[in-house]
Nanobody, 125 residues
């Protein structure tokens, strides 16, 4: 069973930064395109960013472009989301997710098959 585990969430002031990590146990991530998604209180889950197998292709939701950067280190079996200049509107539970092996990641939660349990990011002064 594919298991994804997110870490790195926490409380940060507006304008601050956090780096989230998504790791896997028992299998290799390098055959999976990976996405980050988030769900704010009272809102639907939304796509944040996707990265291709080798990291050569990325895409972002308009709301995070220029502030967030997705990357991966396949040797460490980990995908990262660097979040800079955080805003209160970024407060949410952040999830990493993936479709079946080699299937492209898209920023639609319904297209993803495997999910982590999420990590909470709170942006507040």
């Amino acid at each position: 069973q594919l298991q994804l585990v997110e870490s790195g969430g926490g409380l940060v002031q507006p304008g601050g930064s956090l780096r989230l990590s998504c790791s896997a146990s028992g299998f290799t991530l390098n055959v999976y395109h990976i996405g980050w998604f988030r769900q704010a209180p009272g809102k639907e889950r939304e796509g944040v960013s996707c990265i291709s197998l080798n990291g050569g292709s990325t895409n972002y939701a308009d709301s995070v472009k220029g502030r967030f950067t997705i990357s991966r280190d396949n040797a460490k079996n980990t995908v990262y989301l660097q979040m800079n200049n955080l805003e209160p509107e970024d407060t949410a539970v952040y999830y990493c997710a993936t479709p079946d092996p080699f299937r492209q990641c898209v920023l639609y939660p319904s297209a993803m098959k495997y999910w982590g349990k999420g990590t909470l990011v709170t942006v507040s002064s």
